[in-house]
């Protein structure tokens, strides 16, 4: 089972579908989403995973600092799931990183 949660893995349908599955009963360590979440190529399996945390068995900071770097991901569909979840499950922002554009800058360009 653990070579089908690999995020390289060749069945990344695999991975979600044992993800989804494992995390409600904390059947994944505290390392294996971290690892999943930051190592998997595949957007949409990042973003499963995301919105998988919101009946995840875990601690609340932890599923806090996932949420948290997954605003920051390259794909805007993982950052949206993780927007989403931190409304279900009430998860603060507390990490702003160098990816998000300022609103000041997104109404002077508007203006223009």
């Known amino acids: 089972m653990k070579r089908a949660l690999a995020p390289k893995s060749q069945q990344p349908d695999l ?8 995390l409600p009963v904390d059947g994944l360590s505290r390392t294996q989403p971290k690892y999943i979440l930051e190592r998997s190529p595949h957007w949409w399996l990042r973003a499963d995973m995301v919105l998988a945390l919101a009946s995840a068995a875990m601690d609340e900071p932890v599923r806090a600092a996932l949420l948290n770097r997954a605003l920051g991901d390259d794909s805007p569909d993982v950052a949206i799931a993780a927007a989403w979840t931190m409304g279900q499950t009430g998860t603060r922002v507390t990490e702003v990183g160098a990816k998000f554009i300022p609103v000041q800058s997104l109404s002077s360009r508007n203006s223009a």
Do not use: Q
């Open 15 to 22: 991975t979600a579908a044992l993800a989804r599955w494992l």
